[in-house]
């Protein structure tokens, strides 16, 4: 090796162990920085907790949690205790405000239904529950079924029609949880979650017509005009729109003047002549 090349390696093992020893105090003084810096104290699970459970005391504890807390987080239990869940939380994950509903809400179906919405039932037997695969959670359309009014129903027969679509179904029967494996259930009653003006429909539908429901994409949200058929279409192979009759406007009548009976002067006046 030629001697002139051993200063220069032996000065760029000096350089690169220094270099090294620089960048070794670095990060272990970012280490010894993040040890000591206060964490704060929250609440995590203790279990499993599902949709609609009521948290309880022995549901709750509390851990140490380095850096910056989870908004909405607190480090009492008793903040969280009595409150029903709206979305799962999971072992060990930290109890979030949002995660909860409101205190004196309490738990089950009625805590989840969202500010401004209303949970309908609709009696559903094997054939209309689409063969129990609607679980919480799922998107249907509801389609109904019967001779509306009118002068068209004598002519087309009976008439099936898209009345609500994109409907999110709140509980199958008494179960709130959804199904990871998407497991059939057989149920009577499905409930759903609509507006105000959506159960007024529903109510009258459900009371007037044959119910079914449509399962649908959950990432579907878009809703089509359909013009419905009729059993007349069925026969003729032809989808057709239908228009109703409109209600004929009553007969305008005319207003008759009022006569007034004859004063006391005038009967006198008319006998004496």
Known sequence: MNKRLIPVLAFALMVSAAASFIVYRMIAARIVANAQRPGARIVVATRNLEVGALIKDLDLTTVDWSGTAPHGTSAN???????????????????????????????????????????????????????????????????????????????????????????????????????????????????????????????LASNETRIQLVLRNPLDNEKKQTPGTTVANLFSGVTSPISFAKPSAAPRRTPVAAVKPPSPRNRLKRRGS
């Open 77 to 203: 239990p008793a903040d969280f205790v009595g409150r029903g869940v709206l979305a799962s939380i999971y072992e060990g994950e930290p109890v979030l405000d949002s995660r909860v509903a409101a205190k004196g809400a309490g738990a089950g179906l009625a805590a989840i239904i969202p500010p401004g919405m209303r949970a309908v039932a609709v009696r559903v037997n094997e054939i209309v529950g689409v063969a129990g695969f609607v679980t919480p959670g799922m998107r249907v359309d509801i389609l109904i079924a019967g001779n509306p009014p009118g002068q068209t129903s004598a002519s087309l027969g009976m008439l099936s029609k898209t009345l609500l679509q994109n409907i999110e179904v709140l509980s199958a029967g008494q179960n709130i949880q959804k199904d990871a494996e998407g497991k059939p259930v057989a149920v009577t009653v499905v409930n759903l979650l609509v507006t105000p003006e959506q159960a007024e429909i529903l109510s």
